[in-house]
């Protein structure tokens, strides 16, 4: 904190026009502009190619913007090489050097810096304590497992105290339940040490997990960034819906707009209304995005007072243990998922003609897929 001021609220990295080109043609990235703030756990997530692991090389300094600025901390660093730029960095590959011990990997960014000895000895013990690993210091990496390796070279990145580190997809060769554990475990470091980090994966569960924020890549354009939950909850395009979480799709088009909501007519027949939050207006297609824990199944006949109601037949259940699934056939969606609770779908067999409804603030009418 400063004079009472969070200091999440201070801009420490900022893109400006930023665009990147490899052949003189394709922009890999395109005008970038992008504030992270000092303390921030920023993730960049995209699917491969679409410019966030490119953007994260230019921040560390192994690449060279073609067209405009990046500041850290208000300092054009175009011309400062990566080691002056005080950043850490973690790779999915570890990059722990298999000759040196854990201790002397660890210490390695302190050695090269220069630093006292004892001060190193200090530092590495308390990097070592703080990834509990302390008494495995004297092996060398080949005898850790891929987690143990992961946590190293997470200590390597912290131990010189740099004001922001960099993690370029650091848990993708690591199992679902140790990337799991190590997404807690570096959310509670970065917690606990208020140091900027900015991240970049292609898994999106991951990048809710962690983040306070996430910017969503695609073919080199940042389609949108905000939190989590206004990610998921108030996607601006199809993109971003689909990209984010289970998502159902139905396709229509406008019929009319009144305060901000719209009425859509659906190429099966039928029509929604929906918020009006990426349409053109009456006549132009849209496709409505509605989350599956959103949506209601109606017991043919039977009433409900949600204003969307759609005809559907059952395709399939499955069984998730917290929760279930029903996969339904709705206008002319085959893949319909509606979340269920747990023992909830037993009612349900293959075929059977049953009602969906939803609320008309739950769905969302976007650019058309």
């Known amino acids: 904190m400063d004079g009472g001021m969070d200091i999440r609220t201070q801009r420490l990295v900022r893109f400006v026009g930023v665009q990147k080109t490899y052949d003189g043609e394709h922009l890999v990235v395109k005008n970038l502009d992008l504030d992270i703030r000092k303390g921030e756990f920023v993730t960049l997530l995209g699917p491969s190619g679409s410019g966030k692991t490119t953007t994260l090389m230019m921040l560390a300094g192994f690449e060279v913007p073609t067209h405009g600025e990046i500041f850290i901390a208000d ?11 005080d950043i850490g960095m973690v790779f999915q590959n570890y990059a722990l050097f298999p000759h040196l011990t854990i201790e002397e990997n660890v210490a390695f960014p302190l050695t090269v810096r220069g630093t006292a000895k004892a001060e190193v000895t200090e530092r590495v013990r308390n990097a070592l304590r703080m990834i509990k690993l302390e008494n495995l210091a004297h092996r060398r990496p080949g005898q850790l497992s891929g987690g143990q390796q992961q946590r190293v070279a997470l200590a390597r990145a912290l131990v010189f105290n740099p004001q922001m580190v960099l993690m370029d997809e650091p848990l993708g060769a690591l199992d679902k339940r140790l990337r799991e554990h190590m997404q807690l475990e570096i959310k509670q470091l970065h917690e606990q040490m208020g140091i900027t980090v900015v991240y970049v994966t292609h898994d999106q569960g991951e990048a809710l997990t962690m983040s306070d924020r996430i910017a969503v ?114 206008a002319g969606n085959g893949e319909f998922m509606v979340k269920l609770p747990p023992g909830a779908h037993a009612g349900l067999g293959h075929g059977q003609a049953v009602s969906i409804a939803f609320r008309p603030e739950d769905c969302r009418a976007l650019d058309p897929v």
């Open 75 to 85: 300092r054009p660093i175009k011309n400062m090489p990566p080691h002056k730029r």
């Open 217 to 330: 890549f695609n073919d080199g354009i940042v389609q949108q960034i905000d939190k989590p939950d206004a990610l998921y909850e108030r996607p601006v395009n199809s993109l971003v819906a689909n990209f984010i979480g289970e998502n159902n799709v139905l396709s229509g088009t406008v019929e009319t707009i009144e305060q901000g909501f719209c009425r859509v007519a659906l190429a099966s027949g039928g029509s929604v209304v929906a918020q009006a939050v990426n349409v053109q207006g009456p006549g132009a297609a849209t496709a409505l995005s509605v989350r599956p824990e959103r949506i209601v199944i109606v017991p043919d006949g039977a009433a409900t007072d949600l204003a969307n109601r759609l005809p559907a037949t059952v395709q399939d259940t499955i069984y998730l243990g917290d929760h279930a699934l029903a996969v339904l056939k709705v």
